[in-house]
């Protein structure tokens, strides 16, 4: 998610400037109908973080939460961000230094996470310290990534490293709670993840969508941030498409990993759209009816070979609905605070969806009889 916060600070910029014109243009948010959307969480702010991947696998976890056993809880973003740091560590020591080491992550992180480590509520760890109001984990990283790279220079290496990388981690975002209490009742992470959310990691399922893999077979997607060699099960686009039409209309949510760092994604009028990549448009001209560029699995797949489709970001697809023409749009939860005409929420079309997705997670039990069999589960 290199492009993570270049994306994040234009799209401030852009917000921002278009408050100060606000005046003398007033903008008409577009209008969607015949809408199904689901329950979520409030809107978070990821802020100064490469950290999307667990605020939008989160706001999936938090949403089943809900649907499962009518409850909204808060959980704790940097609780599992903390426990994938340490993984990633681990991970790059073994390796010599020859591995992914960053602030990203995907989806897939969050559910091993939780099934692993547990979860615990925002209100019992924050991740902030000393009245800090906002989070931001630059310096953080920066000496996560000088300590581990000054282990390596003395082989073999001290039996005692991780001490030393953890301490950085509890000074920067404090020591998470071993035990805390939940309506009354003492918790550890796990047995709060097992007896108050229920949670399950093999409820969970990794998807993708590319053609130089074969269909209805897992395999390691090669994107930078997969950093656990993770396997996702790859599908034909429009039944890639259709999980997630399918998913929604059943009441299950789903995370999103994507690319956002081009034109047609606009969090300052509420709108991805797929934009020609030829032709300029004025701010007026995007509307969810616009004539958009083609799409099929081809063109897919060359812009992920040249690299042009990365995986800059992950949310949450909370719902779907129609333009006024027709056009089908899902329903986007993002965290980057509540910007933007729908605070915070953004409407994608199927097109901008087809084309810049790189992989998706979702509850198993969104999946049809016919595609568990087809991918043998």
Known sequence: MKKLLFVYFLTAITIISAAQTSTTTAFQPPQFFDIKKLEATSVKDQEMTGTCWCFSTTSLVESDEIRKDKRSIDLSEMFTVRNIYI????????RQGKAQFGEGGLGHDE????????????????????????????????QLKKYLDSVLKKQPISEDWLNGYTNILDQNMGKAPETFNYEGKEYTPLTFAKDVLHFNGDDYISLTSFTHEPYYKSFILQVPDNFANGSFYNLPLNEFIDIVKSAIEKGYSVSWDADVSNRGFRQDIGLAVNLDSKTSYSKDAINPDMQEAPYNATIRQDLYENLTTQDDHLMHLTG????KDGKTFFIVKNSWGKVGPFDGYIHVSEAYFAINTISIVLPKAALSKELMEKLKL
Do not use: C, W
């Open 111 to 142: 559910i091993r996470a939780v099934a692993n480590y547990g979860a615990i509520p925002l209100e019992d760890y924050t991740g902030l310290l000393n009245g800090q109001k906002m989070y931001n984990h630059q310096k953080m990283f920066s």
């Open 320 to 323: 779907i609905e129609k333009s």
């Open 87 to 94: 993984e990633k560590a681990k991970n790059y020591i073994l």
